[in-house]
């Protein structure tokens, strides 16, 4: 260098600079060309399930033992142990990313469980759970108990007395306390630390009584793969929450476990060196809300790390595995500081003495030959598919309905494309042919799959007319003015008829149609007795014969005698039929515009009245005719469908319903459903005789849609019919003897102004029923698990409907001590927390307290009030809480009186008031450390 000019020389100056990146994603990065290992593809938030299959892959006796699981007679789609052998082959053969689909899917999974991230230990538990039971009953029995499992021994044992419990226990992993300590091996000391148990903490130690005593654990042997969770994560009680530690902690490539096992026993083989060697880091960036993982793993256990990240691996250095995620501070200028929150989460150790064997080399003959045979057709059968999806631009799906389609329909036209009936669907083929096919081609593929004569069968094209309807026209397969079926769109849609020449017909052909002199009726008979129409097959004619003929034709399909009365009506569109009134006119003079696929309607001449339903009225109903949905608005899983008319009305459908229910249809109400959330919207109208269910429902007054309706409804305690003149109320009611507190719905009469007091005396109905006179309740307010006030019984109600997350009303009966208090007397607060006082939960009374008489009195009575027994009640402390500070009340200040100045405050409400806590642990369920969505992590199969 030179002084004068620094590092310039020449006018110039050399740099060398070293770049360090990580693996792309999203481009074309070959993994296997890179490191020899290629990724698992993530189908959402599944990287922690995916670090977690790679972590397994890679431990070769697990492996091996997966592959000879005994999977032939499995199912493909439920079966847990074959798609994993198929994600371990795939990942053992494959050049590109391997997808996880099926694994999931064999899991029982459903799409969203794939964008819910979940703990990786806990996967690890019950996939390992899951292989285990799997694998009983096999050769490969006791492969994962042989690989994971580890024993200690918990004991404690009293310094005083001769008595001492122990028993034996098993473990898969170890979950190491990391906060506060500065590496691995300070974590191993804490967990076989032993606790003093004394003072009010004292072991009950049978006939010896509360003894002074030692508890802990000791480790009596460590497995050959040792799988340790570093709890970073940590209930805090304050925020009511799990809390992610990104504190340093170190961890080590060799390790040596001697000193943390219990001493062997005289004439005990010796276990030989406790050493292991760091295979594999799982590990978390992100925070106690979610994030993502990824996994260095040690494939060979020689120091060569890989870093596997979804579907990117890259090779990594030591340094980048290890040192790298220990956590801690930012070691550069950037954040000076701030805290990594990308750190190790768990580590996955093999014991030197068996990591030839656990990581033995794994080839391809080491697959079962079925097993391989199995896995290599599917692949087969997957590319044959992804062939068929590449090429299905030039292939469409063609429908063909035959005669027997129709049977059983009940509706417009001759079936409804958005609902088959079962007959429909049964008689229903569909073809597969490419696009340019003609439809002369599509005949000749129909009499070979048919094995019908050519000459037997005719296409109809269904098409839509200009007034809605779908019915079959004519198909000209003349050569010259054929064309493809993607050019003449018939069957892009809708489907074929396909006519066939009955079998019992003496003919080799069809008989020619002209299609300027012949057209094609479809016929239906309408039996007014049962409500029902009856499908009488197709007729091709001359369009010249009279409407008498056709009344013949229907009268010997019928099986009616010649001189039967008949009415004709021709099927129009929806909604519309019309009746044929001059049976002498021919085809082409009585219809409209004579088109093939006309449908004609007949019946048995009847007066139509109470007792039958006419034609029209008929078809009518059928326009609409829908299924309606009817779910309890409390119980979702409670639900039924009944098939009813839009033009009924609301009694009629309520009396169906409470027909189903088995209550009175007055005291049932019902709600629409919201139109982009599957649950209950406002309420449906009472209305005795007025509009119908069209008008109540659809949101087209006059064009229903064909979606399917749904509505919610509730059983009432009062008639429908009252609800206008009442008001409804939800409040929780507080039963001191269960300490519980229960929602009560009810309805008061609405007046122009509802106190609180109106609220409570129909409440008191409601809840005691049976007495002659009315118990003196009151209403409190409820936060944070504290009572904050006592509301006036001359307040306005609207308030008592004010609720939040954490703010309430509840309504409880005042005892008879508490309703007259004299001036020495006061009320308190008895509120529940565990440690700091703020850590408030569960549910909070009050309680009358005089000031004079003893804590020991006052801890008797709240010890009754919560039915507590004397073993449990002994871990139980009772504090005196001023300002939001805790004085615990001792024992041996038991005696102490309460005085006035205990409970001083300088305000009159309950809020500001010193209480008296109840210090114990709080059992209720935490909430989820990423979201309360979160749900426990399965396998169904």
Known sequence: MDPARGYIKNDSIMLEVEVKADAPHGVAWDSKKHTGYVGLKNQGATCYMNSLLQTMYFTNQLRKAVYKMPTESDDSTKSVALALQRVFYELQTSDKPVGTKKLTRSFGWETLDSFMQHDVQEFLRVLLDKLESKMKGTCVEGTVPNLFEGKMISFIKCKHVQYESSRSETYYDIQLNIKGKRDIYESFKDYVETEVLDGENKYDAGSHGLQEAEKGVLFTSFPPVLHLHLMRFQYDPVTDCSVKSNDRFEFYEKIDLGDFIRPKEPGAPDPGPITYTLHAVLVHSGDNHGGHYVVFINPRGDGKWCKFDDDVVSRCTKTEAIQHNFGGQEMDDVHPGVKQSTNAYMLVYIRDSALSNVLQDVTEDDIPGELLERLKEEKTMESLKRKERSEAHLYMQVMVMSEDSF??????DLYDPEKLTPAAVANTKTF???????????????????????????LWPFTMRTNKSIRPAYLDLTPEICKPLEESQFGQQ?????????????????????????VILFLKMYDPVSEALHYLGHWCVSILITFNDVADEC??????????????YEEINMGRVDKVVDLNVSLDQGLDEVMDGDIIVFHRTFEPGRKYKSLLDFYIYIQYKYEITFVDKGSSNEQFALEMSLKSNYMEMATRVGQRLGVDPLHIQFFKCQPYKDSPAYPVKFEQDGADLLSLLSQLPHKPTRTPYKLFYQHLGIAVTELEHKKQFKILFYSPEEQTEREVVFYVNRLPRIQVKDVLNELN???????????TMRMVEVSSHKICSIIEEDQ??????????????????VPQEEM????????????????????????????????GESWAVVKQRIQ????????????????????????FIEKDEEDILLKQENFATYTNSLQGRPWIGVEHVNKAPKRSRYSTLEKAIKIYN
Not at 494 to 518: G, Q, T, V, Y
Not at 765 to 775: A, I, K, M, T
Not at 837 to 851: D, E, H, N, Q, W
């Open 407 to 412: 049977m059983g329909y009940q509706g417009i």
């Open 555 to 568: 009268r010997r399909r019928a099986h009616f005698s010649q001189d039967t009365p008949i009415s004709l």
């Open 796 to 813: 306005n109600a609207d308030v008592v409907m004010q609720i939040s997350a954490t703010r309430y009303h509840r309504a409880e009966e």
């Open 765 to 775: 109905r409601v809840v005691f029923p049976e007495q002659d006179r009315l118990r």
């Open 494 to 518: 809708l489907p074929f008829f396909l006519e066939i020449l009955p079998p019992d017909e003496e003919r080799e052909a069809l008989p020619p149609f002209d299609k300027d002199s012949d």
């Open 820 to 851: 007259n208090l004299n001036t020495d007397e006061i009320l308190v607060q008895v509120v529940h927390f565990y440690k700091e006082a703020r850590s408030t939960f569960g549910i909070p009374f009050l309680m009358k307290v005089r000031y």
């Open 432 to 458: 597969r042919v490419l696009k340019k096919t003609k439809p002369q081609q599509l005949l000749e593929l129909l009499a070979e799959s048919y094995g019908v004569d050519q000459r037997k069968l005719r």
């Open 864 to 887: 009754q009030r919560l039915g507590i027994n004397e073993k449990d009640w002994s871990k139980i402390r009772v504090a005196l809480v001023q300002q939001g500070t805790a004085h």
